[in-house]
């Protein structure tokens, strides 16, 4: 009789989606491992989000102590995968060992940790996270300053207005262009795509006349 394990083999997402699917129905703690494994190595987005799901089904005694130890791994997809899911499962006493990513080496990796830290933080930390991430302004390409932004505007305009104010200062113009960008988001959540899509035409305008230039 087929395993979910030996399901997870099949090359065609569907069948993968499906096993997973069938596992978060009817949760089973054996299925842990399995499930945490496949977590490094799944390569279609959907089936990774029906993996966090699956996992969020089961106790959150044993699974966040198996994910934490997956914050370790070499694998970028491991680290970022617990951390995703870490954050469904909202438990906060995990908050130290989320923030010890915040830095991480691999940018998606480091963007999951800011988005799963704001969910996590307890209110005695947030203003240091706040200092953390505002480290980061003006640094990345337009997705990873973009998931800045939205990571202090999650903090609140209370908790992320001091060290957006101290960004807007800045001698560096683009650290003062994010924190500007940063706080017109925060005093207008909708503004979000808007800021983007100014980004990335400027992006292009940019590059464009990088090419012209030769």
């Given at each position: 009789?087929?395993?979910l394990?030996?399901?997870?083999?099949?090359?065609?997402?569907?069948?993968?989606?499906?096993?997973?699917?069938?596992?978060?129905?009817?949760?089973?703690?054996?299925?842990?491992?399995?499930?945490?494994?496949?977590?490094?190595?799944?390569?279609?987005?959907?089936?990774?989000?029906?993996?966090?799901?699956?996992?969020?089904?089961?106790?959150?005694?044993?699974?966040?102590?198996?994910?934490?130890?997956?914050?370790?791994?070499?694998?970028?997809?491991?680290?970022?995968?617990a951390?995703?899911?870490?954050?469904?499962?909202?438990?906060?006493?995990?908050?130290?060992?989320?923030?010890?990513?915040?830095?991480?080496?691999?940018?998606?990796?480091?963007?999951?940790?800011?988005?799963?830290?704001?969910?996590?933080?307890?209110?005695?930390e947030?203003?240091?996270?706040?200092?953390?991430?505002?480290?980061?302004?003006?640094?990345?390409?337009?997705?990873?300053?973009?998931?800045?932004?939205?990571?202090?505007?999650?903090?609140?305009?209370?908790?992320?207005?001091?060290?957006?104010?101290?960004?807007?200062?800045?001698?560096n113009?683009?650290?003062?262009?994010?924190?500007?960008?940063?706080?017109?988001?925060?005093?207008?959540?909708?503004?979000?795509?808007?800021?983007?899509?100014?980004?990335?035409?400027?992006?292009?305008?940019?590059?464009?006349?990088?090419?012209?230039?030769?």
């Amino acid at each position: 009789m087929p395993t979910l394990a030996s399901y997870l083999t099949d090359p065609r997402p569907t069948v993968r989606l499906r096993a997973v699917m069938a596992a978060g129905t009817t949760p089973s703690v054996d299925e842990l491992d399995t499930l945490v494994a496949q977590c490094a190595v799944e390569p279609d987005l959907q089936v990774r989000e029906m993996l966090t799901w699956a996992l969020v089904r089961l106790p959150a005694e044993v699974v966040v102590p198996r994910l934490l130890p997956e914050l370790e791994r070499p694998e970028a997809q491991a680290r970022s995968q617990a951390l995703h899911t870490l954050s469904k499962i909202r438990d906060g006493s995990v908050y130290r060992h989320v923030a010890d990513r915040l830095s991480d080496v691999d940018p998606g990796v480091a963007r999951t940790a800011w988005r799963a830290a704001v969910l996590l933080a307890p209110e005695s930390e947030r203003p240091e996270l706040a200092k953390t991430l505002a480290v980061q302004l003006g640094h990345g390409d337009a997705e990873t300053r973009s998931a800045l932004s939205r990571a202090l505007a999650g903090l609140g305009a209370e908790v992320a207005g001091p060290v957006l104010a101290a960004g807007a200062d800045h001698r560096n113009e683009a650290v003062r262009e994010h924190a500007s960008e940063t706080s017109r988001l925060l005093e207008d959540p909708d503004a979000g795509s808007a800021l983007a899509l100014a980004r990335a035409r400027r992006e292009v305008a940019l590059g464009r006349t990088r090419s012209a230039k030769g």
